[in-house]
């Protein structure tokens, strides 16, 4: 129901732009929370960037100036723009959407993408 894309190898200092697409039977992305969330081998889960139904997004602090969340309503579509990417920003990057409240807690999204792999290497 929620479909990312976007993923891939890149060297340090490159960027990448995922996208998250939400099938016809998915809560209408305009009017939910979406966020992206990431997970590296033996990490847990961390939220990355979000962005709520009045269209105000937040981003954590290990991606601030550097990643940024978007929405185009008319495609359904979530984006998260990601510049001078690091070799720490390898993970498996997720969205997930919830119908109330917006925070990075997981159980309470209600849909989850299958994840995109990105790799940062040299």
């Known amino acids: 129901q929620l479909a990312e894309s976007g993923g891939g190898s890149v060297q340090p200092g490159g960027s990448l732009r995922l996208s998250c697409e939400g099938s016809?039977?998915?809560?209408?992305?305009?009017?939910?929370?979406m966020a992206w969330f990431r997970q590296a081998p033996g990490r847990e889960r961390e939220g990355v960037a979000m962005i709520n139904s009045e269209g105000i997004s937040l981003v954590t602090d290990f991606a601030k100036g550097r990643f940024t969340i978007s929405r185009d309503s008319a495609k359904n579509t979530v984006y998260l723009q990601m510049n001078s990417l690091k070799p720490e920003d390898t993970a498996v990057y997720y969205c997930?959407?919830?119908?109330?409240?917006?925070?990075?807690?997981?159980?309470?999204?209600?849909?989850w993408g299958q994840g995109t792999q990105v790799t940062v290497s040299s």
């Open positions: 016809s039977d998915t809560a209408t992305i305009s009017r939910t929370c």
């Open positions: 997930a959407s919830r119908a109330r409240g917006c925070n990075f807690q997981t159980r309470y999204f209600e849909y």
